[in-house]
């Protein structure tokens, strides 16, 4: 089992910041692939960026290439995203995800995912 808590969102002006953090407990942080999905108004959920067991390696849409950075600290149980350049189409719930079946395969899609978080509010004003 594992549980996920988001925290770090809120309203911004479009070209502003905001990090998200995810808080992990339950099963050893360091032995699954994570990852940061979002949900518009309206839209699918979609995924934004995925990271292996040890950060070794970083996967992310195209959508947030150069503005977004997945990254974890395992002795702190956490994983975050730093969100640089928001625009207000990146307002939505975003989401963290674990997928404990795996430390080394990252994926966009979001059935390998097995636990979610609740989400965080992110709105991005123009």
């Known amino acids: 089992q594992v549980q996920l808590v988001e925290s770090g969102g809120g309203l911004v002006q479009a070209g502003g910041s905001l990090r998200l953090s995810c808080a992990a407990s339950?099963?050893?942080?360091?032995?699954?692939?994570m990852g940061w999905f979002r949900q518009a108004p309206g839209k699918e959920r979609e995924f934004v960026a995925a990271i292996t067991w040890n950060g070794g390696s970083t996967l992310n849409a195209d959508s947030v290439k150069g503005r977004f950075t997945i990254s974890r600290d395992n002795a702190k149980n956490t994983l975050y995203l730093q969100m640089n350049s928001l625009k207000p189409e990146d307002t939505a719930v975003y989401y963290c995800?674990?997928?404990?079946?795996?430390?080394?395969?990252?994926?966009?899609?979001?059935?390998?995912?097995?636990?979610w978080g609740q989400g965080t509010q992110v709105t991005v004003s123009s």
């Open positions: 339950g099963r050893t942080f360091s032995s699954y692939v």
């Open positions: 995800a674990a997928n404990t079946r795996t430390t080394i395969v990252i994926t966009r899609s979001k059935l390998q995912y097995d636990y």
